[in-house]
């Protein structure tokens, strides 16, 4: 005969341990909902966090790069300033030198030498004239007489020479013809030439006799005709020495009228 063996008793581990599983399942199930805001919270709260350390970081780094920028635009600035300081130093030599060249360019254009005056002098001299002496004296201008800064800038400071002219002439007629041809010389002032003294003095060449007419010579008088004793005045004239280069040239100053082109051609002294 068969038997059969019912336990009605249930085992406690099948019945425990769903029981238990489900209770741990449905525990973690509320703590994660429980903890979900929270992490929503955190998660909102850390955002704008984040966002403010971002655009910190943003920031410098363009600060940064601004302050490089500005450093390499200031070293850029100084290297500007010193080239136009350079630029200001080379701008002040240029123009004293300029100055200098200038004024010498002056001086050559202002030279009239003694040599070729007189020697327009001498080839103004009509046949009764003679010619005893040529002086030169320094007149004072007026810039000195005044004294002032301001006249001295406006009016021209190079000293002024007077020329005084002295000798005989056979009559009074000679002299004036000798002061006419001097008023139209080019180195001379036409309006400043004038006849300071005109007068007739005992002539005062000698009169030299042979030995062997000595005894004759005694018993005859020799009386010589009177002459003209005179002195003229003038002064030297402006027109530059670049204006006059026909007239030096054919009065032998080669040397200043060379010079003088030379400068010409460089630009210095206008033609």
Known sequence: MYSLDINFLKDPERDILPQEQGAAS???QLQMGEMTPLIVGAVVGILPLALVAGLWLVMQQQTAKLEKEQAEVTQELERSK?????????QKEIKRTNAE???????????KPWSAMLQDIRERI????????????EVESDSRKSGSAKAQASRDTRPKFKLEISGTARSFDDVNYFLLTLKRSSFLKRDQTQLI???LIDNPTKLEVPEAQKR???????????????TIHTNLSNIPASELLREL???????????????????VIPQ
């Open 249 to 267: 040239d054919s009065k032998g100053a080669v040397g200043l009228v060379t010079r003088i082109r030379t400068l010409q051609e460089k630009g």
């Open 126 to 137: 009509p046949p009764g004239v003679q010619i005893r002496a040529v002086k030169q004296t």
């Open 101 to 111: 060249t200038e004024a010498l360019a002056n001086v050559f254009d202002q030279i």
């Open 82 to 90: 010193a080239q136009q300081q350079r630029v200001v130093n080379l």
């Open 26 to 28: 449905s525990q973690k």
């Open 216 to 230: 004759s010579a005694a018993q005859a008088k020799y009386e010589l005709p009177k002459v003209v004793d005179y």
């Open 197 to 199: 003294k005109a007068q």
